[in-house]
Structure formats: C-alpha cells, structure tokens
C-alpha cells in the first residue's frame, strides 16, 4: 500500500493498513479490531508499536503521537533529527519509521537510501505540510510506504 493521505484522521488508517499488510498488526493483537479498521484495545491496553520518528524539532512530536494513540497504538519512539543519531536509532526491531521531508542535515531521500542499504523492510512514512503533490510521488517513488499531508 503506498498513496497519499491527508493527516488528520488518517494517519490511524494509514498505520492500520500498513501493519496489517505486513503482517505486524497480526502478532501485536490476533483477530482484533474495531468496526472502524483500527486495532481493537484489548483490557484498555493499547498495541505497542516501535517508532522511529525524524523530524527537525522535538516539539512537533505530540501531534503524531496523539494520532497514533487515538488509532489504538502505545508508540515506543525515539526521535533523531540528524543522520548520525538516524543511524543509530535504525534497528531491525523497528517497526515503523515516521518522516519529516526535509531536515537540517539530511533529507528523507537520505533516509531512504540508507534503509534500503542496510536491507531493512520498515515501512517509512513521510508526515509533512511544506511541499507539494510531484515530490510525494517522488517519495513514493523512492520507496516510502505513503506520504501523509498535515
């Protein structure tokens, strides 16, 4: 699955889809969710989900991680704004990787480039507001799963 979404109230979607495509959704929470697509909370407790987050500034972190509670998941998350901490934090227990399209030192091509090296299949989503339709293609493209407007 790979298109463009818009962010609000879509982000939760997108997630679902994408977890359930490959197969993680299953393992967090078998034969669980609600009429809505979204993982079913079971016992109040919601599917723990393994986050890598780049984006420039820690203050813009709440936003994402609101959606993805909203949709049912408790993210387990780092934050990296620089190659060099990118690559530290890029483990293989990661299951997701959420990215802003342009950041001081490097860029979510870069991103790309070096999750592809290391043959890691962790499904990157781009979460931004600054640029248009022809580089969300371009991003797609490259290898990110979707690409969410917000």
Avoid at 36 to 43: A, E, F, H, N
Avoid at 75 to 83: F, Q, R
Avoid at 113 to 122: A, F, G, M, N, T
Wanted: charge should be negative; hydrophobic fraction near 45%; glycine fraction near 6%.
């Amino acid at each position: 699955m790979s298109g463009l979404f818009y962010f609000r109230d879509q982000l939760g979607s997108c997630l679902y889809q994408l977890l359930e495509i490959s197969g993680i959704l299953s393992r967090q929470l078998p034969n669980q969710k609600t009429a809505t697509g979204y993982p079913l909370q079971v016992k109040n407790v919601a599917a723990p989900l393994h986050v890598l987050i780049l984006k420039e500034q820690d203050n813009d972190l709440e936003p994402i991680l609101h959606e993805l509670r909203q949709a049912g998941f408790e993210p387990l998350w780092n934050y990296a704004n620089t190659e060099a901490a990118y690559l530290d934090l890029l483990q293989p227990d990661l299951e997701l990787i959420l990215s802003d399209y342009t950041l001081s030192q490097f860029d979510v091509f870069r991103a790309l480039r070096l999750l592809k090296e290391r043959h890691l299949d962790i499904p990157l989503i781009v979460v931004t507001g600054r640029i248009g339709e022809e580089a969300a293609v371009s991003c797609l493209n490259q290898g990110a799963a979707a690409f969410l407007l917000q």
